[in-house]
Nanobody, 116 residues
Framework: QVQVVESGGGLGQPGGSLRLSCASS????????MTWYRQAPGKERELVAV????????VYADSVKGRFTISIDNVKNTMYLQMNSLKPEDTAVYYC?????????WGQGILVTVSS
């Protein structure tokens, strides 16, 4: 059974840091493209960062470039999103997505709130 489960959200301070995790099972993690998306209240879901299981190629949204870092651990089948220099506009529900041939799996989402 394919599963992707986010953890690590919660309340962060402006200028602070949080780390999200996405634990995966039921598919070949290293052969997938793993993506973090987010959806802020009243807005459409947007891509935050992407990483390929093979080669570790990364792509970031301009809004998070230089502040967020996406990474994967192919042994633990886990993807991470290190979020630094948090801003109130980073407040959103963050989703993990895994995609490969015949696979398009979404996590349930996890709330990140940035507020003082």
């Amino acid at each position: 059974q394919v599963q992707v489960v986010e953890s690590g959200g919660g309340l962060g301070q402006p200028g602070g840091s949080l780390r999200l995790s996405c634990a995966s099972s039921g598919f070949t993690f290293s052969r997938s493209v793993m993506t973090w998306y987010r959806q802020a209240p009243g807005k459409e879901r947007e891509l935050v960062a992407v990483i390929t299981g093979v080669g570790g190629i990364t792509v970031y949204a301009d809004s998070v470039k230089g502040r967020f870092t996406i990474s994967i651990d192919n042994v633990k089948n886990t993807m991470y999103l290190q979020m630094n220099s948090l801003k109130p506009e980073d407040t959103a529900v963050y989703y993990c997505n895994a995609r490969s041939a015949g696979l398009n799996a979404w996590g349930q989402g996890i709330l990140v709130t940035v507020s003082s």
